[in-house]
Structures are given as structure tokens and as C-alpha cells.
């Protein structure tokens, strides 16, 4: 060993204990890490949002709607039975009435309105009591701008826009997967009661094709797409996990609580697949 | 010093590319998504795992007549709640169901067995209904429909007619209960067969020991020997034509054939040596037995019809218990010539002899399953149940202590067994889940060996 090489040696040895001592040093005031708080539930999402939740923004708020009261915009009632008036038209010469105006005398109530705006088209307004004014639901139409109803203090600017739909009424990726999280939730109590058919069974994935009405109810039978994970060993289960996996949506079937406004839109609710696998 | 550095900076170089290498192994796209293919990329995709392993509860009230009348087995009305009786009672001795009813579910009226009560059905807590009837004909025979439905779908799953003699209506129940248990489990079908075991009374020492037949579950009990001679290893014949089995007859072990339809037996093979643990080839014409010749034991085969037995094994030591792959290729055997009872399999011409157990305490009675995806054998320390695969992988435990001799249903589902060596109970055990049942013989009992799916 010559002298070069002495002193690197002496040199290594001097650092590695100093190294050594660093160490030990730090691990005395280790510091013991914060116990992490409750878990905290969290959901995966296979995309992140990448594309805007309202692809098509526009500047102007969307056109208004009449009805008596202020409300989120709804589907149309339909349209009452005609009910024959009791009385003949006085004024023969007068073109075909609509049959708004056939359906019922004049209410003493509606005339004491004050008068309508005459921007307003006299053959669609309702004219009926407002207790009268009801969906095919029995409940209350409303609309998104007061009609007929002079407050003061109430904006009625009218909006120039004809666009109908709200402008956040696209699928956002965020919305696709709460939405997905609600249909699981819903569904999982029944896909967990569904018994296990025997060995491999846990390796099928059955994609279900579902069609919903707007109020989560079935809108014809559940069509049974793909099937995956199928080998020697389970190939025998693949029609009974089929069966499975339809059972598991039909059983908890009509599905409740679910966005109207995200039902036909692209990505909507109105049409999904569902994956169905055993627990393994 | 120069040296070492260019060695140094060599290593680091290839310590370099490694991780490079690593690094781009990992970049290398794995396996495309399971989840993701072929779906709409432009849909709304929900996963949902869920399931339970538990019994599936089936409603299964009594089956209605459109018509009482009487017939050779009774009055259709009578013949109605006792098929509703049977279909419950296999289903439930399959261990995959919990049948509801038949009794204290609502009566069904003829009309309804196409119509069902769904609604009532869903309070019982029933995922599914089996309906039927029980109607005669005008020519003698019965008609038994069988129907099964989902009960939250409301939908049919299946249905079946089966027109039989009256005698045979227990048979049409069985083939009920097996159209609903394959439909709902994916496996094939094992109600309707019969088991042929040997029955045994008396004390230890002077044990009566007689061929009996019963179907599978203990119904239609008789017996095929008289108890003169003992009788062992009883194995049924896949075309159901024949049934061979081991007799002391002359207090000579030696390999018998018993024809089902006459009733007469005769000896596989002409030969004074020791013939025994026979077993049939799949395709029923051959059978596979040991002989035991100047001092060993080796495995032979012989046609059914007879002829000369052609030797597949001969090392020294005692082979014995052969028993076919399904497909007929090979054959898994018990042999000693380790030092140890231990499972071999080989081709089915004796070639390619290979070990595929290693455990401690013996293994015996192997028995190659219909799906063949397993073996089942008795572990002989402690006489256990089991299964291996065919390689010897995968070996696990289907019952406790005190059991040996497994035979499979035809569906490979289920493997029927001897428990308790003295007193002798027959037993069979699911072997996806586990859950066992016992067979009710009239007399004790051992050996069994479970028939192929009746025609």
C-alpha cells in the first residue's frame, strides 16, 4: 500500500464514519410521521377532465319560459281532453277557435288579471286557474320567467336567446363518473346478493347494454354484449353470469336520483354498459 | 489508473443502459385494459362486482294436474306434490340450493304454471320458481312439465316435458330437478343416475357383503348378489350395459362382469392368478384391472368381451387402482414401488410412466373426474377425500378423517364417498363448496360407484 493509497483509504474510513454518525444522529430526532386521519372515500376516474363541461358556452342565458310561478323548466303537461263548450260560437264567420280557447269558459279569475303582454301568444298561454295549471303529474307547472304578473322589484328583461338548453348540460368527465357511482350504488346491493355459480365464475366480466326512461325505469330488456375473462374452466358459468348480471341491474331496477337534465346527452344515462364480475 | 477509469466509466455505462433498458421495458404497453374493449367510447360505462357464495333460494310449490286422474303410480294430484317433493329435495341435496316450499307456499292452478305469481313469488325471498304439472295421457303414460323462472326478471328461464310410464315418474322428477340445476349452475346433470355399492350387515367377522343398486338418491333399492360370496369394487360400465366388480368367490380374488339386463355374470379374464380393482375405458371396451403374477402386481387391459390381457406396467412392486382419462389417453394408478403408495399417471399404453404425488401417509383409490380437470383420491394417512390436478398440483382436502373409495357424478361436481370404516355410510361432498350429504341405504354400505346420466 503506498502512500496514495493510504490516504485514501484513511480518507474513506474518516467519511464513512462521519457518515455513520449523521445517521444516527438523525435518527435520534427522528420525528415519528403524522398518523394519517380517516380514510378518506375517493373514487377513480379513468379520464380526468380533460374536455370542458360546457363545450358551447354562450354568453346570453337561455331563453325564458312563461308560467305562473318560477321553477325549473319541466316537460309539458298534455294537452287536456277537448271538453265540448256549452254554448255555440256566437260569430259563425270567425276562423276555427284553438282549442285552448274550446276547452273551457273563461275563468272570472283570469279576467281579473291584469292585462296580458301582448308579446305573448294568446294560444299557448294557459288561461286556467293557476290550480288548475298542472303537469300530467299533478304537480304545479312552472316556468323560468313570470308571466302575466306585474311585480315591481322583478327583472323582466326578456332574453334575446332562443337556446333552450342549459349551458352546462354536457357530460363533464367529472359528472360521468358520479353518475356512474350512483347507478353502482344502487345496483350493488342487488349484484350482491346474486350466488356465485362455482370456480373461475369470478373471472367474467358480462357488458350489459342498458336503455332507462327518464324516470330510471327499464326501457326494454337488458341486452347482454360481451363476455371476457372465458376459459376452459368457466366457459360453463358464462350463461349463468349473464343471467347474473342482468338480474343484478333488473332487481334494483327503476334507478332513482339521477340528473334529468344529464339523461340524452352525449354520455348520458339514457344509454350505458354495465360490467358485471363476481368477487373473486 | 488510467485503466480505471475507463473500467469505471464502462460499468457505469452498462449500469446506465440497464436502467434504460428497465425503464423502457416499462414503458412497453401492457396488455390492453380488460375493461375497455369493445365498448362504445362514446357511452357511459358502470362496473359493478358483486355476489355471494351462499344457496340459491328457489321457490318450488306443488305442481297442479289440468285433469286428477289415476294412473299405475296414483292419482295425478298425489304424483304432482310428489315430484314438486323430489325436485325440492334434489336441489337441496346438491348443497347449491335452499328450496322454499313445497309446502306453505300458495297453490297454483293449472294456468298459472305458464302465468306465475310474480309478485308473491318476490315476498318469499325466492330468486327463482320452478313450476309444473302432472297430467296422464290417454295412451298410459304421464306428461310431467317442468318450468323455471326468474323472479326478478319475470322472465322463463327453461322448460322441459317429460313423458314417461308412471313407474318411471321418480326419473322425471330427477330430469326436472337436473334441467333446473344445470340452467341456474352451468354444470351438467346428476339427479337422474343410479349408484351401485356393496351392501353390508352383520358383525365384523363374518360380514354379509352383497351388490346392491339404488339411484343416487337411495330410491328404488335391489339387490344384485345374493350375499354368498363377498363382493368389492363395484364399477359401472359408461354405456350402462354392464357392471364389474371383485368376488371371493371359490376364495379366489378374481375380476366379475354382471350384465344388467339378464342378470348373469362371468369372469373378465380365465386366468388363476389374482385379478382385482377393475375399472372400465371411457368408451366402455376395455376394462383395466390388476393381476397379481409371481409375485407382482402390474396393471393389465382386457377387452370387455374378453381375450387376453395385455400388461402396461411391470416394475416390481404392487400397481393397482387404474383409472382412464376421460379422453382415454391416460392413466392415473396407485403404485409402492417408491417405498410409499403414491399416484403415477401414464399413457394409456403403459408409456411415459410419471409420479404426480409427494405427500407423506399414502395416497390411494385414484379416480380420473368426467371434466378431467381433476383426480380424486384417498389420502391414507387418516383416510381422507381429495383432489389433485392431474399434474399433482392443486392438492387440497375434501372431507375429514375416516373416509375413503371416491367415485364422481357424472357432472364432476360432486364426488361420493365410504364414511366411517366400520360402520359404513355413503356420503357425497360438492367440491366447489364443500357442503356434504349422506345417502340413505337400507343397510350399511361402502364402495360406491356413481352411474353416467341415465338416457
Known amino acids: 500500500m503506498d502512500r496514495a493509497e493510504a490516504t485514501g483509504f484513511g480518507v474513506a474510513v474518516v467519511g464513512h464514519v462521519a457518515l455513520l454518525a449523521a445517521i444516527a444522529l438523525g435518527l435520534f430526532h427522528a420525528t415519528v410521521p403524522p398518523q394519517p386521519q380517516d380514510a378518506i372515500e375517493v373514487s377513480f376516474a379513468e379520464d380526468v377532465a380533460l374536455t370542458s363541461s360546457s363545450p358551447t358556452p354562450m354568453a346570453q ?68 286557474r293557476p290550480e288548475e295549471a298542472r303537469n300530467g303529474r299533478g304537480e304545479r307547472n312552472r316556468g323560468t320567467r313570470l308571466a302575466d304578473l306585474n311585480l315591481d322589484g322583478l327583472g323582466r328583461d326578456p332574453s334575446p336567446s332562443r337556446a333552450q338548453a342549459s349551458p352546462g348540460a354536457t357530460m363533464s368527465t367529472q359528472a360521468a363518473a358520479n353518475i356512474a357511482q350512483a347507478i353502482a350504488r344502487q345496483v350493488q346491493p342487488c349484484a350482491d346478493r346474486q350466488v356465485y355459480p362455482g370456480p373461475g365464475a369470478e373471472r367474467i366480466v358480462t357488458s350489459i347494454s342498458l336503455r332507462l326512461n327518464r324516470d330510471g325505469s327499464l326501457a326494454g330488456r337488458p341486452r347482454v354484449g360481451t363476455q371476457r375473462g372465458l376459459d376452459d374452466e368457466n366457459r360453463r358459468y358464462a350463461e349463468r353470469v349473464a343471467d347474473l348480471a342482468v338480474r343484478s341491474f333488473v332487481e334494483c ?11 340524452d346527452v352525449p354520455r348520458g344515462w339514457s344509454n350505458f354498459t354495465m360490467n358485471y364480475r363476481m368477487p373473486g | ?78 304424483l304432482g306434490r310428489q315430484v314438486a317433493d323430489i325436485v325440492a329435495t334434489d336441489l337441496r341435496n346438491s348443497g347449491l340450493f335452499t328450496p322454499i316450499g313445497p309446502g306453505g307456499l300458495q297453490p297454483v292452478s293449472f294456468p298459472q304454471v305458464t302465468a306465475p305469481n310474480f309478485p308473491y313469488y318476490s315476498t318469499t325471498g325466492a330468486q327463482n320458481l320452478v313450476q309444473g304439472f302432472v297430467q296422464a295421457n290417454g295412451n298410459g303414460s304421464i306428461t310431467v312439465g317442468c318450468y323455471l323462472y326468474d323472479v326478478a326478471a319475470r322472465t322463463e328461464l327453461t322448460r322441459q316435458g317429460y313423458v314417461v310410464q308412471p313407474r318411471d315418474w321418480r326419473r322425471a322428477a330427477h330430469r326436472c330437478a337436473d334441467t333446473i340445476y344445470s340452467r341456474l349452475t352451468g354444470e351438467g346433470a346428476y339427479f337422474d343416475t343410479r349408484i351401485v355399492y356393496v351392501s353390508e350387515t352383520g358383525p365384523a367377522r363374518r360380514r354379509v357383503k352383497r351388490l346392491a343398486i339404488m339411484d343416487y338418491d337411495g330410491a328404488n333399492h335391489r339387490f344384485l348378489t345374493n350375499g354368498q360370496f363377498t363382493v368389492l369394487t363395484p364399477r359401472f360400465a359408461p354405456n350402462q350395459q354392464t357392471i364389474t366388480f371383485m368376488t371371493y368367490e371359490g376364495d379366489r380374488p378374481r375380476v366379475m362382469l354382471y350384465e344388467l339386463d339378464s342378470g348373469q355374470t362371468r369372469p373378465l379374464v380365465q386366468q388363476p392368478h389374482m385379478t382385482f380393482a377393475p375399472r372400465y375405458s371411457p368408451d366402455s371396451r376395455y376394462i383395466i384391472f390388476s393381476m397379481a403374477m409371481n409375485g407382482n402386481t402390474d396393471l393389465y387391459r382386457v377387452p370387455v368381451s374378453g381375450g387376453t390381457p395385455q400388461r402396461l406396467t411391470n416394475t416390481p412392486g404392487i400397481d393397482t387402482g387404474g383409472s382412464y382419462s376421460p379422453d382415454g389417453r391416460q392413466i392415473v394408478f396407485e403404485s409402492d414401488r417408491s417405498g410409499s403408495q403414491q399416484l403415477y399417471v401414464m399413457n394409456a399404453d403403459g408409456s411415459n410412466q410419471r409420479r404426480i404425488s409427494f405427500g407423506g401417509g399414502g395416497y390411494a383409490t385414484p379416480v ?8 380424486a383420491f384417498t389420502r391414507t394417512g387418516g383416510f381422507r377425500i381429495g383432489v389433485m390436478s392431474p399434474s399433482g398440483s392443486g392438492e387440497r382436502m375434501l372431507t375429514s378423517g375416516g373416509a375413503e373409495g371416491p367415485t364422481w357424478a357424472p357432472n364432476g361436481r360432486a364426488v361420493m364417498f365410504t364414511r366411517g370404516l366400520s360402520s359404513g355410510q355413503l356420503w357425497y361432498v360438492d367440491v366447489a363448496s364443500g357442503t356434504t350429504r349422506r345417502v340413505p341405504t337400507p343397510l350399511g354400505g361402502s364402495d360406491p360407484a356413481w352411474s353416467p346420466l341415465r338416457d
Request: glycine share 6%; proline share 18%; net charge negative.
Open chain 1, 253 to 263: 331496477a327503476p334507478l332513482r336520483g339521477l340528473p334529468q337534465e344529464l339523461y
Open chain 2, 1 to 78: 489508473m488510467r485503466n480505471i477509469n475507463v473500467r469505471i466509466a464502462r460499468i457505469v455505462t452498462a449500469f446506465c443502459s440497464l436502467l434504460i433498458g428497465t425503464a423502457a421495458m416499462a414503458q412497453t404497453p401492457a396488455e390492453q385494459p380488460a375493461g375497455q374493449e369493445g365498448q362504445d367510447e362514446g357511452q357511459l360505462v358502470v362496473d359493478v362486482t358483486g355476489g355471494q357464495r351462499a344457496a340459491l333460494p328457489i321457490a318450488v310449490p306443488y305442481m297442479p294436474t289440468p285433469q286428477a286422474a289415476d294412473t299405475a303410480a296414483g292419482n295425478t294430484e298425489a
Open chain 2, 368 to 375: 380420473w373426474s368426467p371434466r378431467g380437470d381433476l383426480i
Open chain 1, 61 to 128: 342565458p337561455p331563453a325564458p319560459s312563461d308560467a305562473p310561478e318560477l321553477g325549473a323548466p319541466e316537460e309539458a303537461a298534455p294537452a287536456p281532453a277537448p271538453v265540448p263548450t256549452p254554448t255555440p260560437q256566437p260569430t259563425p264567420r270567425e276562423a276555427a277557435p284553438a282549442p285552448a280557447r274550446e276547452r273551457a269558459p273563461p275563468q272570472p279569475q283570469a279576467r281579473e288579471q291584469p292585462k296580458a303582454n301582448p308579446r305573448t301568444t294568446r294560444e299557448t298561454r294557459d288561461r286556467r
